[in-house]
Structure formats: C-alpha cells, structure tokens
C-alpha cells in the first residue's frame, strides 16, 4: 500500500487502462454506474467513461489497499463522485478525458480536477469575455496569438473547471466570471496546475495545505488561489 497523501493524481492513455480492465462484463459496475453507462450514446464516451471508474478503483487500491472492485461508486444527492470500500472507508473522487487521455484523482476531502488538451483553434479571447473574470480575460487578450494564448487560456479554463467539480455545481458562466484564479505561494494554495507535453495541462481543485502525489513531475508548474464571490 502507498504512503499517504491528501490527493492523488494520475494521468493515463485510454487505451492503457482500457487492457487492464476486469474482463469483457461490467458486473464490477455498480447498479447506478450501470444505468448511467447505458444511456451513454457515444462510442468513445462509454470508453471514457468505463476506463475512468476503473483507474480511480485501480487508485484507490493502490494507496489505500483492498482490490479495486472493493471499491464502489457511492450515488446520492450530492453529484460529486465517491468511493467507498466495503469496510467503510470512503474517499473523494474527481475524473476528466480529453479524446485518448485520462486524468483522475482520489483525495480525503472533495476535490476537482480537469484535463485540457489542445483542441481546434478557436476565439480564445471572445469565449475569456464569456466566461472568465475581467482580470483572466485581460490575460488571454494580452497573450500572443496561437500556442502561448492557446496555454493561457486552457489554464485559466481548466482551473474553472476544476473549482467546479471541487463544489459540484460545475461551470457556471455567471458564477465563474465572478471569480479570479490568481498566482499563489504553495503553502497558502488551494489549486495547482501542470503543464502537459505536446500542449494542454491538468489542475486541480483541492484546499490550502493539501499534499498531492502522484503526477510524474515533482513540483507543480504554478499555486494558485481563488478571489471571489463562491
């Protein structure tokens, strides 16, 4: 079993997780997990979505112990993934794909987490007035056309995605142009980003003094903190 840590992140091809999975059935679904599956329309979505409730169940093994299939997807009001083992213990869950990729995470506390890989260009700046703080906007504007605007924008966009898994309302445009993510030091942060070769990152959402493993780098590439209205 592996050391502890608050969060724990993993980055995985698709296709990687997709050979590890427990054979050609989903009896290993729980019933909600089931009827969730089964109104997935889209090939890849239902490929996605398969192998990420597999990775976090792998997760949760590793660092806390127990098979993966002792793991169960907890369903209640709350919309917030958890997983709970069969002699109680429960953790936090938060999961995002982009095409061919996976991201997930486990943590003590709830947490969120998203994966931005680059996509067909579009209008960063008019979709940054939309969505992002005045204060965001200014800096994908400020950016120089193509890769460099293209990161800054999936940063900031990925941050908002991750607070929004973090409180389980998701991304609200009203909501998230009320609040800024801003460049922290690591031991006041509440969010950390990573950037990802060939282009895109990961960030995740989680709480001040959070301890995260688990990503490849040692060090995240930038702490951050959110100002604003919640």
């Known amino acids: 079993m592996a050391g502890t840590a608050d969060c724990r992140i993993a ?45 976090l169940r792998e997760m949760a093994s590793d660092a806390h112990g127990g098979e993966p299939a002792d793991w169960r997807f907890e369903t209640d009001a709350d919309p917030r993934p958890r997983l709970r ?39 960063y700046v008019a979709i940054a007035r939309f969505l992002f703080s005045q204060e965001e906007a200014d800096q994908v504007a400020a950016t120089d056309e193509g890769a460099a605007r293209e990161r800054v924008f999936h940063l900031f966009w ?30 006041d942060a509440e969010a950390w980003h990573w950037n990802l070769d060939g282009g895109g990152c990961v960030a995740i959402a989680a709480w001040p003094g959070a301890v995260i493993a688990s990503l490849p780098a040692a060090t995240t590439d930038g702490a951050w903190r959110y100002a604003g209205a919640d």
């Open 11 to 55: 980055l995985a091809a698709l296709a990687e997780v997709e050979a590890r999975l427990p054979g050609p059935g989903t009896a290993w679904l729980t019933a909600g997990e089931d009827l969730r599956l089964q109104a997935i329309v889209a090939a890849l979505r239902r490929r996605q979505y398969l192998a990420g409730h597999w990775l």
């Open 158 to 187: 990925a941050l908002k995605e991750a607070r929004g898994k973090r409180g389980g309302e998701g991304l609200q445009p009203s909501q998230a142009r009320r609040v800024t993510a801003r460049a922290a030091d690591t031991s």
């Open 85 to 123: 083992h069969a002699d109680g213990r429960g953790l936090w869950a938060s999961l995002s794909h982009s095409g061919e990729h996976l991201a997930a995470a486990i943590a003590s506390a709830p947490v969120g987490l998203d994966l931005e890989r680059p996509r067909k260009p579009r209008d």
